[in-house]
């Protein structure tokens, strides 16, 4: 059974900077890709960045340039660092780990609770 615990939301005002950390109770390289999910008020849920088994990591147009997702593989944690953070990043941040078992078998998603983030002055 994996547990992930995200940390570091809170109320940040524009331009500011905040750093966001998951905590995985196995071993990170366990999963096949992990990756930061968000869910703003009345919006779908979306992908803000993913980072593969092989280290490629992806991010969604709006936080191009402006966050940076990280591990640790020591401390068996994924950050994201957000940069001039604007109002629209407004959300609840959701940390993700996949495991595909096989190629032909649904993937196996593990989710942190939740960490909201407020972009306001």
């Known amino acids: 059974q994996v547990q992930l615990v995200e940390s570091g939301g809170g109320l940040v005002q524009p331009g500011k900077s905040l750093r966001l950390s998951c905590a995985s109770s196995?071993?990170?390289?366990?999963?096949?890709?992990m990756g930061w999910f968000r869910q703003a008020p009345g919006k779908q849920r979306e992908l803000v960045a993913i980072?593969?088994?092989?280290?490629?990591?992806r991010y969604a147009d709006s936080v191009k340039g402006r966050f940076t997702l990280s591990r640790d593989n020591a401390k068996n944690t994924m950050y994201l660092e957000m940069n001039s953070l604007k109002p629209e990043d407004t959300a609840v941040y959701y940390c993700?780990?996949?495991?595909?078992?096989?190629?032909?078998?649904?993937?196996?998603?593990?989710w942190g609770q939740g960490t909201p983030v407020t972009v306001a002055s």
């Open positions: 993700n780990g996949r495991v595909r078992p096989c190629i032909e078998c649904n993937v196996l998603d593990a």
């Open positions: 196995k071993k990170i390289g366990y999963f096949d890709t």
């Open positions: 980072v593969t088994g092989g280290g490629d990591t």
